[in-house]
């Protein structure tokens, strides 16, 4: 009985011995906060965990570019143009392009993807509600006709939930097929995703065999994970909700963990009900005595030191239709004005009593505390009431605040991104919209800007929007996240898109000794 | 014995009824409608009546909770409202996890806690008698966060041991067959990727075993003294067993009754612990996935597990009333 | 008094857990009153100040003195335990003892209703609560309440049911005494012993319970001083600034440590042969 226990211990351990190098170089282990909710991109609502595996799953008929991400590629479409009214966009196909179940990708599947996503997905029926007709017109050409000239139609095509998929045979509930580099091996809910090598993508098989997503919901476990365990990429949608400014500084002295930094277009702001004509803040001089109030450089460069970028305004500094005179114009921290406008809107110290609503999170809760103490040192009275996600949604829908922190992150690279959903009147009781009064002339500006061709008579149309924005003060514009994302030195080929913030492994391998 | 049985079966109903409508109306007043939470806030108003009156949110509230009763009746927990999968089938795909756990703690905390409490019995008053109270005091008095943070420091960090988190590597795959990482691993013949799933428990079972070592420690020394002070047991002594043979065969079977019904009373504790350390050690158990649930507005899934949950709690109760009215002959043939 | 003395020699232990308290106590109570700084004064040009003679405990991410949170979320955490394990207490010594002193039916009904709430997690249960009302300590404190009361209410149940057993008691209801003099007179002052012990050691599962829910965000709001948040949210400066979440942490641990030490020693005092004799 000794001896067999003997010999099991030794068979054990014999047999025991870490995974092999070539297994270790060909697996690349990134670390995720949740679970992908969607990962059909018919079904999934800019969700950015699904969004990324999305993009590794499947292709788009557009793509931007890396690595400066700053125009388009063809993906699948090899050719597009639009048409000079502005309103008919033709694409042709790649030849030779093959679902991952051996199928032939031509125009007709485009068609019937395309379709299908535009009609299950609600987060794209606010982009796509302009297509009218979806016409194919060959074998591998097809044309998308819009009810309005829509000079950004095609950078909504390279947002992950336009990616295509095969329709035929689908069955509902199943996980449709993709032309992408990666196709799924195993889905784990709660633990982790795997995904493994297509090889016979149409660009070329990729460098890694394996993508092992694990979910990490606890941030100080990712961290540790990422310092001393096997995880390989923690990407920036895992850095979004805390402030990584130590771990920076630590990896930077330990040499163990590398920080690729992008610029991101993300905004966070102070969200004014502008909805509501008994609310405090409905007086203009008590919104413009809050924008004062905020100590923006001890905010962006003390509290949330190197990780984010200040905002002068509706536009973030990294959009090309960012006006650099909004800069000299911006708000700055003035205590003494922000007191004497109250005086004026009669708001003595102590009189005004708000509640900040926030989401929860260690960055969220620094800002609003940081708030907090600026508020108070011009007499204005704040609590903070922080929840969780959809609580706060149901109660900026219904508009049930004062002042909330929001932020808003585009998922195509376009001013419009951030404007239409944004400032509209006509949709200001949708969601993550600044519940903007009705303002013929300013929803006028609004449409025109989109619909315009010209990009220079565009950017001027913006110029124009972000002066008329910032002097109605919608709300107290404060930072943009940087995009941080950690990786081990091994990880090469990496490219770190802005918007949408989402990585594609294709082009990534690992070199080098393990660590 | 089979009246006792049935009779403690008929009582557990009217209390699982009785956690069923407390989580019910609990779940139904989570402000935030799940319809929004679901569909997202692009969705038109239409989209989400219509997904409510589909998932039947817009019935009054004993309706729903007659419905509910009817299909749990039939064995339907409902469908998750977040991924459409039935309630069943997700939390039988998590329901291992959490069992590992909670199985191996209780199984730790009686191999660790039953000799450090006889120890500390039989050496009654000494320094290592204070050093063992303070010991097993100390291991509840702080929170169970900050004890996994200290297991990972000094077992995955400073000595390399053990893997920080999660329930295997990602260099091992194998279809599930059991549930159970080791024994899957096991039945596909990859004993390294049984050894390193071993590895994974050790530091989760770890730290939610250890309150309950230390409070098993501490209930069976205070039985054993008690014991101890039996006429028996001088008996025993006068006899001239050894002092092992006394407190070990005699002794410690008076002394295990109060330790196994410290494990009853101190089990649903230890599932609550257990969403903490799935939290903690990325464990994909069905008390994260509670957590989850709770924060999705997710109905059935909050129903399903909680019911889960106080089902097993009601399992162990039973087992422990079972045990002692086996290990106790007065209440064998107790009529009732 | 001479029992107390008696108690003192033989309970080392117990009487190193009420120092510690008692030091503690002392703490929270006496010091801000010197302090130079208030829990919620933001500095952003001195954070992460590392202990020095300004700052004996040095300052965190937002330039606040790292001793003044320490003292002011003393109170606040100590406060939360005491109140929480009060309300416990009343509301589960109440149903126990009344529970085990009617018998019949109404015993039969607050059981399962005890059982019922056991089977629930306290976690569950105030995360619940946090969602239903809205994140707030208060809702913390009543789910943590909910979650300990049935364990008072066992033990008071037992209580009452050995006591009401007694023949003194049915002398007491055979002379016609009212019921509510039976059940103060000599129900609960003769059985208050082992509910004592018990609340003293529900007050450090209390604040641990409460330091757990201010983990996930569930329990004192920000910038609120207090032990539990402050010592989760600071977690992660542990590497580069220790002492930030070191002071809050070793302060839960000697708090509660000296609670569990002091309740350890009652109820091994309360029973002859636990009793110990050095």
Known sequence: MRRLALFLALLCLASCQAPDDKAQLQTLVIAVPSDPVGLDPATNKAEPVGSEVILNLFDTLLAWAPPAFDHLEGRLASQWALSA?????????????????????????????????????????????????????????????????????????????????????????????????????????????????????????????????RVIPDASTRRLELRYG?????????????????????????HKVQVVQARSQIIRQLDFNNDNPDSPVHDLRVRQAMAWAVDYDGLVNGILGGVVERVYGPLPTASWAFDPAMQATAFHHDPAKARQLLAEAGYPPGRLKLTLYGFQGAMWTSVATFLQANFAEVGIDVRIEQSEFSLLRARHVAGHFDIALDGRQPWYNDPDAHITQGYLSSLARSAMTFRMPPDPALDGLIVQARSVADASLRKQLYSQLQQQLMARVPAVYLFSNKLILFKRPQVQGLALNSAPPLVEYWSVYKEGPAP | MNSFLGRRLLTAVPVLVLVLLMIFTLARNLPGDPAVALLGPDASEQQISALRSQLQLDQPLYVQFGAYLGRLAHGDLGMSLKTGQPVLTEVAR??????????????????????????????????????LRVLSLAGVSMPAFVLALMLQTLFSIHLGWLPISGRTSPYYITEPVTGLATVDFLLAGQPAAAWDACLHLLMPTL???????????????????????????????????????????????????????????????????????????????????????????????????????ALLYMLVSLLVDLLYGVADPRLRHRGH | MHELVYFARTNRLAVAGALMLLAILVGIAVVPLWLAYGP?????????????????????????????????????????????????????????????????????????????????????????????????????????????????????????????????????????????????????????????????????????????????????????????????????????????????????LATVLAFNLIGDALASWSNPKTRSSR
């Not at chain 1, 502005?86 to 392009?97: A, D, E, F, H, W």
């Not at chain 1, 799924?184 to 149409?202: G, T, V």
């Not at chain 1, 995880?231 to 920076?248: E, G, K, M, R």
């Not at chain 2, 039996?230 to 330790?259: I, M, Q, S, Y």
């Open chain 1, 85 to 213: 009214d502005g309103r008919q966009l033709s694409l042709t196909l790649r030849p030779g392009v093959r679902f991952q179940d051996g199928t032939a990708l031509d125009a007709q599947a485009v068609q019937q993807s395309l379709n299908r996503a535009a009609r299950l997905n609600p987060f794209l029926a606010a982009s796509f509600r302009a297509i009218q007709r979806i016409e194919v017109t060959g074998p591998l050409t097809l044309r998308i006709d819009l009810a309005e000239p829509m000079p950004t139609f095609a950078a909504l095509l390279a947002q992950p939930q336009a990616a295509i998929v095969k329709v035929a045979g689908l069955r509902p509930g199943q996980q449709p097929s993709g032309t992408g580099a990666f196709r799924l091996r195993r889905y784990s809910p709660d633990n982790e995703l795997i995904l493994e090598r297509n090889d016979d993508y149409f660009r070329g098989p990729a460098r890694l065999q394996r993508l092992v997503y």
């Open chain 1, 230 to 254: 096997g995880v390989d990429v923690s990407p920036p949608i895992s850095q979004l909700a805390t402030i990584p400014t130590d771990d920076i500084q630590a990896f930077a002295e330990d």
């Open chain 2, 94 to 131: 998590r329901l291992p996890a959490t069992l590992e756990l909670t199985v191996l703690a209780t199984l730790l905390a009686l191999l660790v806690g039953i000799p450090m409490g006889m120890v500390a019995a039989m050496r009654v008053d000494s320094l290592l008698d204070q050093a």
């Open chain 2, 207 to 309: 730290v939610l075993g250890s309150f309950l070592a230390a409070v098993v420690a501490r209930y069976v020394r205070n039985s054993l003294l008690e014991a101890l002070g039996e006429p028996f047991v001088r008996t025993a002594r006068a006899k001239g067993l050894g002092e092992w043979r006394v407190v070990g065969v005699h002794a410690l079977r008076n002394a295990l009754l109060p330790a196994i019904t410290v494990i009853g009373l101190h089990f649903a504790d230890m599932l609550g612990g257990a969403i903490l350390t799935e939290t903690v050690f990325a464990w994909p158990g069905v008390g994260r996935f509670m957590l989850d649930a709770i924060h999705n507005r997710d109905y059935p899934v909050l129903q399903g597990t909680t019911l889960v949950f």
């Open chain 3, 40 to 252: 919620n004064t933001l500095a952003v040009s001195e954070r992460f100040v590392a202990p020095d003679a300004r700052h004996w405990l040095g300052t965190d991410l937002f330039g606040r003195d790292v001793l003044s949170r320490l003292l002011y979320g003393g109170r606040y955490t100590l406060a939360v335990g005491c109140a929480v394990v009060a309300l416990a207490f009343t509301v589960g010594a109440t149903f126990g003892t009344l529970s085990g002193y009617c018998g019949g039916w109404v015993d039969a009904l607050m059981m399962r209703l005890v059982d019922a709430l056991l089977s629930f997690p306290s976690l569950v249960l105030a995360i619940a609560l946090a969602a239903c009302l809205g994140p707030s300590l208060v809702n913390a404190m009543l789910a943590v309440a909910i979650s300990l009361a049935p364990g008072f209410a066992r033990v008071a149940r037992g209580q009452a049911l050995s006591i009401s057993a007694r023949p003194y008691v049915d002398a007491a209801i055979s002379m016609g005494l009212p019921h509510p003099h039976i059940l103060w007179h000599y129900v609960v002052r003769n059985g208050l012993g082992p509910l004592l012990v018990q609340a003293s050691l529900a007050v450090g599962s209390a604040i641990l319970q409460t330091a757990s829910l201010g983990y996930l965000g569930l329990g004192a709001q920000a910038p609120q001083a207090e032990w539990g948040a402050d010592l989760a949210a600071n977690l992660q400066y542990l590497d580069r600034s220790p002492w930030i979440a070191l002071a809050p942490g070793l302060a839960i």
